[in-house]
């Protein structure tokens, strides 16, 4: 991975994974009805209705003998292309960590797609407040839109933040012992993460999974969008890949020296010479 940055295809890729799983988690009732159609009937009218009522190309067949059409299994299949050429295609900036591996690839292109995600959400703030203010004439789904998409800019977020090792820690006691001791503390608290994951995971699997996600529960308001379907679901994946992350910190981080940490680490010195580039050295 090249230590260059600001390429075409860096917002590109991103861009396009977005709006192919925007697509996809839209028309998940779809998928549901296709692969896996309940078998309580009210339930299935209920999903059924709720697809009907959301789905963007109701003009389409359904594919497979099923209900997904053709512009969803498109979006579906793209997911994991895109997911694999922004992968291969991300750069480190210079105020990331600096001892990635071949595996922190996953994180950093997540983090480019968080990134995706806040210049949409900021997108949509801005359209709301012109349509609002200047043409007096809100939208209904707008608050609603940038509160979904601001819960999987801060799970994804959460994701990205280990892998650049960003998340509070309290340097008191860790910089006063030697490094075995060190690492010793870096297993620790790496399984009790994992230990928490699991047992977060374990508890409410079937509450997520079976109950929200399988019969995807709505928000209950005008724009009606299914906040409580996705977004727990995310919350139990991403704490998986935060927890797996973490891991794979500890391995990547054993042999590194050890570091000393004072306040001059709130300094980002690239960053600011970053911007005495951009608006001049005064």
């Not at 801060?154 to 280990?162: A, D, H, I, K």
């Amino acid at each position: 991975m090249k230590d260059e940055t600001g390429s075409l295809i860096e917002w590109v890729i991103p861009f396009f994974f977005v709006v192919c799983a925007s697509w996809a988690i839209w028309h998940i009732p779809a998928y549901i009805l296709t692969l896996a159609p309940h078998e309580n009937p009210s339930t299935l009218a209920q999903v059924t209705a709720i697809h009907e009522s959301k789905d963007v190309t109701p003009g389409l067949p359904g594919l497979f003998g099923g209900v997904a059409d053709i512009v969803d299994w498109l979006a579906l299949g793209l997911i994991p292309v895109f997911l694999i050429i922004g992968m291969s295609s991300v750069r480190v900036a210079q105020m990331e960590f600096r001892h990635w591996r071949s595996v922190d690839r996953v994180a950093l292109f997540i983090g480019r797609v968080t990134m995706m995600l806040i210049i949409s959400m900021t997108c949509v703030m801005l359209y709301e407040v012109f349509l609002r203010y200047a043409l007096e004439a809100p939208t209904l789904w707008a608050n609603e839109l940038t509160l979904w998409i601001g819960g999987f800019v801060f799970l994804c977020s959460g994701f990205y933040g280990m892998q650049q090792r960003s998340h509070i820690r309290i340097f008191l006691l860790y910089d006063a012992v030697s490094r075995p001791l060190q690492r010793a503390f870096d297993v620790l608290w790496t399984a009790l993460f994992v230990l928490f994951a699991f047992f977060l995971v374990f508890g409410s699997y079937r509450q997520v999974f079976v109950i929200k996600f399988y019969n995807w529960e709505m928000f209950g308001t005008a724009f009606d969008p299914p906040i409580p379907a996705t977004i727990q679901p995310a919350v139990l994946i991403i704490i998986v890949l935060v927890a797996i992350q973490a891991v794979l910190n500890v391995i990547s981080d054993w042999n590194l020296e050890p570091e000393i940490h004072t306040a001059a680490d709130d300094i980002d010195g690239d960053e600011i010479e970053a911007i005495k580039r951009t608006v001049g050295d005064r």
